[in-house]
């Protein structure tokens, strides 16, 4: 709130925001943004016996550090199975009033010596479980449906819609899969539809809004013909999806660098997605081992190259050689 009274850009969610605030190098900058925090468990700690999670909260509060304690009524201590049910859909209700988004609740074991009993598994502890909310949805409308292709030449509709926020950020695509979801949710250009993020993070379209479909809608049909080279798609009886099968698909050749120069892949670092678009379209790379073979005189040539960027580039395809057999054989 505090950005848009300044009529600076706001952040687009809290995790942003808390984010971009303590990795400032500037002080003076961390400062100026009114970041808050609520203490909720502790770290390392000594010469200090806890009983309970309830007995850590107001320890921290004679501390005088800001907490949600029972008398905020955002949070409960209670054995009644019930209870939990009936806090978890009155914060369901109350959520839209706070001051930062959620998207659950957390239910935790009070006691201390039964958690530690219960211990951790791989990637959380079996003393506490997160109960997601329904996904915020909103309505929106569909302004066309453009064709992908990706790095398998899967074909894959997108719908372009109207911007729209969710849960604190705004969503103007969304993925709509293949024909077969198309044609079950009965999705069209002109649409009225409602969207949200499945798993509060993958914008997903819902259902469409039938009473506001306009007059002159048709069914929305995915070309059989790859729309970046032209050539005929095929469909396996075992798929839902279309494939261009065009093994020089421009298409399938940017989408497999952009895969093979990835962090988790071979981690060319300095080979972004346009300078991929420009090694395309100027016939530099025909193939992914191209990249090794490029000259620093070709990228010069390039518009918008510069030495200081292109030697970066080089050096990022030469140190990218030493990588492991894991990440060359997932490139």
Request: aromatic share 6%.
């Amino acid at each position: 709130l505090a950005y848009e009274e300044a009529g600076e850009d706001p952040f687009a969610n809290p995790r942003n925001a808390a984010a971009g605030t303590v990795r400032q190098l500037d002080p003076k900058i961390a400062a100026a943004r009114p970041l808050k925090f609520l203490a909720y468990a502790l770290g390392e700690y000594d010469g200090i016996t806890f009983s309970s999670q309830k007995n850590i909260t107001e320890e921290l509060q004679k501390l005088g550090l800001p907490v949600l304690d029972e008398k905020t009524e955002l949070t409960i201590c209670s054995s009644n199975p019930q209870e939990l049910v009936n806090y978890y859909q009155r914060i369901q209700e109350y959520r839209s009033k706070l001051e930062f988004d959620i998207d659950g609740i957390v239910i935790k074991v009070n006691s201390l010596l039964q958690q530690q009993d219960l211990g951790l598994i791989a990637r959380s502890p079996r003393w506490a479980t997160a109960v997601k909310f329904n996904p915020e949805q909103v309505e929106t409308v569909i302004e066309d449906i453009l064709v992908q292709v990706g790095r398998t030449g899967a074909l894959t509709p997108v719908a372009i819609m109207k911007p729209a926020k969710v849960g604190g950020v705004t969503i103007t695509n969304a993925t709509l899969h293949n024909q077969d979801e198309i044609n079950r949710k009965d999705i069209r250009i002109g649409d009225t539809v409602y969207i949200q993020r499945a798993g509060d993070v993958i914008p997903e379209v819902v259902s469409v809004n039938i009473a506001k479909r306009l007059a002159k809608s048709v069914p929305f049909i995915i070309p059989h013909e790859c729309p970046a080279c032209g050539k005929s798609a095929f469909k396996a009886e075992d798929e839902a999806v279309l494939r261009c099968v065009n093994p020089n698909c421009k298409a399938i050749l940017k989408e497999s660098i952009k895969h093979f120069v990835s962090r988790r892949a071979m981690n060319v670092e300095k080979v972004g997605d346009k300078l991929i678009e420009l090694l395309v379209v100027h016939d530099l790379i025909k193939s992914v081992s191209d990249i090794y073979k490029i000259k620093r005189e070709q990228l010069l040539d390039l518009e918008r190259q510069g030495e200081k960027s292109v030697d970066n580039v080089m050096t990022s395809i030469t140190n990218s050689k030493k990588t492991t057999l894991t990440k060359f054989i997932y490139a």
